[in-house]
């Protein structure tokens, strides 16, 4: 594998803005939709306005980094350019959380949903498969995995539209019980429990983020990459706000029987076993494009942390003919089977804590490079460069401190890991130049 070789640039806006809706899995919200519901005491659609403000802010931050670095990253480039080498290195080990047990709950929400449909299969092997698919797509190359995401991207969109079309459907035939009023449902439901459902639903925007990985392999990424952020963002709050409103005003007094199979039980109420059976064939297929966009995130995370040498060479190495990580694929895929035993639960205490991390630096990175550092003051650069990001880590704090404790145990522990791993590393790349310097001197 040669060092001179680059990724290949050749992703689109297009391109981009399907990976990173891939990432995001616009489903996610009948997947959750019993936590959801549960945690907003119904109130999904005035929760998921107020974290839409609120990651609006985020989204614009990572814009503002991705204009200023136009290279992949994300908030590990950010933070250590802007702010500092080693916090940069901490919040990059932060992010390799998020991405890497974003690979595993996919492969395992893959063998979940497969063995319910199929028994006799057990969901080891559905798991195997799936991590064996993506590999191979991803070595492939990004823009095949960015077509084939594209295709089930789509579908989800076509689902999410058809199931509002039917709930429109109903109403026009008088089956509106909840009136017109988004905000009639809402009485004798106290703002805090509001505050508290946007804090969960929050997370059904995580993914944005990801696409500022592939900025190397996109064409004029310091443009494409802020346009296809703030794209991503509000294609998904128009498809969360349509899809929660319609639901409030048809059915706000629906129950359900389990929290993991609500959106299930909601379809089944809805539509029948009919609509119930084309849910499950979407969500399985939007688990799959969020497996590929997924490992496309972590691999080139750990291909730029491979280049700036904070990871040992191989891997920042690139294959001569897909000029695609390789080395970083295999070895994600082979993390990804850790779904073999781990626990959903663990597995998204994990994603949280390295999610809001990075968010967290990104904001403050945004006020480091452009306020401190280059002293851009003017007013509209106040409002931008200052309020909004300070607004934006203001209320990623607010959700940090709303993480169970098991979640900051894993997390912190995972940084304890990462703060050893920082000084092994130092003390070998130390010694390397001390025996460099001695030959040299020979």
Known sequence: ???????????????????????????????????????SHGQLLAAYMLAFIAIVFTASSYGQMSRAFPVSGSAYTYVSRSMNPFIGFLVGWAVLLDYIFSCIIAVLMFGINLHAQFPAVP?????????????????????ESANISKVFVLMQILFIAGFC??????????????GLN??????????????AGASLVCFSFLGFDSITTMAEETRDPSRTIPRAIMII???????YFATAYLIQQMYPNFAFGHMDSAGFELM?????????????????????????SSMTTVTRLLFVMGRTSLLPKPFASLHPKFRTPVFNIILASLISLSALFISLDTAIKFVNFGALTAFLFVNLSVISHYIIRRRQRSPRDLLIRLVCPLFGSGFVLYLITLLDTGSLVLGGGWLLAGLAFYALRGIKMRQ???VAKAEGMA
């Open 432 to 434: 390397a130049a001390s």
């Open 123 to 143: 969901s080891s092997v559905w798991i195997v498969l799936l991590t064996i698919v993506v590999m191979g797509i991803n070595i492939a190359g990004i823009k």
């Open 268 to 292: 089944q109420s809805i539509g029948g076993s009919v609509l119930a059976s084309i849910f499950t064939f979407v969500i399985i297929f939007s688990i799959l494009s969020q497996g590929m």
């Open 165 to 178: 079309a039917l709930l429109v459907y109903k109403a026009l035939q008088g089956g509106m019980t909840g």
């Open 233 to 239: 963002v509000l294609l998904a709050g128009l498809m």
């Open 1 to 39: 594998m040669s060092e001179n070789l680059t990724l290949k640039r050749n992703l689109s806006l297009s391109h981009v803005v399907t990976m990173g809706l891939a990432w995001m899995s616009p489903m996610i919200f009948f997947t959750s939709f019993g936590v959801l519901h549960d945690g």
């Open 182 to 195: 988004p905000l009639a449902a809402g009485e004798g439901v106290s703002f805090s429990s509001i505050l």
